[in-house]
């Protein structure tokens, strides 16, 4: 029995399999989550129902799990008829910035821009959530342990 905030054994082993610089997408009930990553890339379904689990309730327990260098969102990119306009505010977005605190780098990427660095070589894993907002994807890049000095158990 694990004592530990992350207990999915798949999304367990797929971070274990991943190393710093691998990326992790977190994705919303809304992406392809079929075609939007590189086909070898661990996909890890969490979407039980319309709204369950959120990609916000997914990165609380990542953040425990991984250390995080940076983050990037899809934004809208100008497609015509979009249900947020061009520089406004994506009320999920603001949460992840809140998470991940002010170390953490942000880069904003267009919907296009966005599925061609999900597909990217180094997405190791694609966590499918059943998040319904929109813009809510969040493409995390692992970052390195810092040293910690834990005491091995006696022999």
Known sequence: MLRYELLHPGLVAA???????SRVLLADANYPHSTGARPGAARVHLNLRPGLLTVDQVLEVLLDAVPVESAAVMVPGGV??????AGEEIPAHTGYRELLGPDV???????FAFYDAARSDDVAVLVATGDQRVYANLLLTVGVRTREVVP???R
Do not use: I, K, N
């Open 15 to 21: 971070l274990a399999a991943a190393g710093h610089g």
């Open 80 to 85: 015509a008829g979009d249900v947020v306009a």
């Open 105 to 111: 780098g942000w880069e904003e990427l267009d919907r």
């Open 152 to 154: 091995l158990p006696p």
